[in-house]
């Protein structure tokens, strides 16, 4: 057999036994990264614990490319740890660790690599922060912390991919935040490997919302236990409760009607939402109508009920007939 159908069969062999041991092997749960084309990446399956097992890195899960363990290759290993030096489009796809443990069995550690070209591209950022607090909080993604804290990197902030001075730990902190402070803030860690400096990145998108006070809520009308009706006519009943600042969406006011139902019973309701542009001031107001009037109206308990976001607030009133020579004018409640 000549030396170069024996070094095919070799080949051959090895890829198809890297195959074989890898379909055999438990696989972890898969992570995914998106990385800016320049800079630099490292990568620990968090579940290997310990730098005793003999690890090795492969590209593609379908035909396993070995990666190399030289450590002047851009992409290459060492121990568990996987490098990208200075990423590159092309580095983008599937890497697997595989190792087998103190029982014999086999393990794979899946991740996936995209390569952007852009910095503003939003799908390299790590989520939001979003609140209202008077003090704000921008932390450094997890992955970029380790590395600074693992080759003794030094931290350094952008706001809108513009230097921040005086910026040089893991954690952001905006005092006093405001709407003017919203942005994308970049987190940047400035390492050395080999002699070489590196840099890593990571961003969050920070939004500053206006404040929220919730209130106990507040029933304002009806004011009385007590409301004139005609029986016969139509009587329309308002439910109006006031819940706090800013707080659309935790403010509901509703009418619930003692042993009867709203929808079957000659009831109907409507609800209307409403915050002040300027006070921000949150009202609900519930509205009741009763189509006709009937004597069972007079023996009956309605109730105004308004729920805040932790507190509900309740008042009942009953109906009472209007004398037919009465010159009663309108009371609170009425409509």
Known sequence: MDTLRLLFLIVMATSACDCAVMQMCEKHNSEFFNLLEGEAFLFQPWEIETDLYEV????????????????????????????????????AGVYFAQHSDEDGRCHNYNVSIKVFRSENDTKLLYGKIKNSDSNMKVPCPGWIKSICD????????????????????????????????????????????????????????????????????????????????????????????????????????????????????????????????????????????????????FQTTFTCIGMGLFETESRNITLRQRGATATDGPIPGER
């Open 56 to 91: 090795k890195w492969y590209r593609n899960v379908t035909q396993p490319e070995p990666i190399s363990t030289e450590e002047n290759q851009r992409v290459h290993y060492h121990g568990k740890t996987l490098f990208f030096l200075k990423v590159q489009p092309e580095d």
């Open 150 to 297: 693992d080759h003794n990197g030094t931290f350094s902030w952008m706001k809108d991919f513009k230097p921040l001075e005086g910026q040089n730990k893991n954690d952001l902190l905006i005092k006093d935040a405001k709407k003017k402070h919203e942005g994308v803030y970049t987190c940047v860690c400035t390492w050395m490997h080999n002699q070489t400096v590196y840099r890593s990145s990571g961003s969050r998108r920070l939004i500053k919302e206006e404040q929220r006070v919730h209130r106990k809520p507040k029933i304002l009308v009806p004011e009385t236990s007590e409301v004139l009706a005609d029986k016969g006519l139509e009587k329309k009943l308002n439910c109006s409760v006031f819940c706090g600042v800013n707080v659309f969406g935790h403010c509901n006011a509703r009418w619930e009607v003692t042993g009867r139902s709203i929808q079957t019973d000659g009831y109907s309701q409507s609800i209307d939402n409403v915050m002040d542009n300027i006070s921000k001031h949150t009202k609900s107001t519930a509205v009741l109508t009763i189509e006709k009037v009937s004597g069972r109206d």
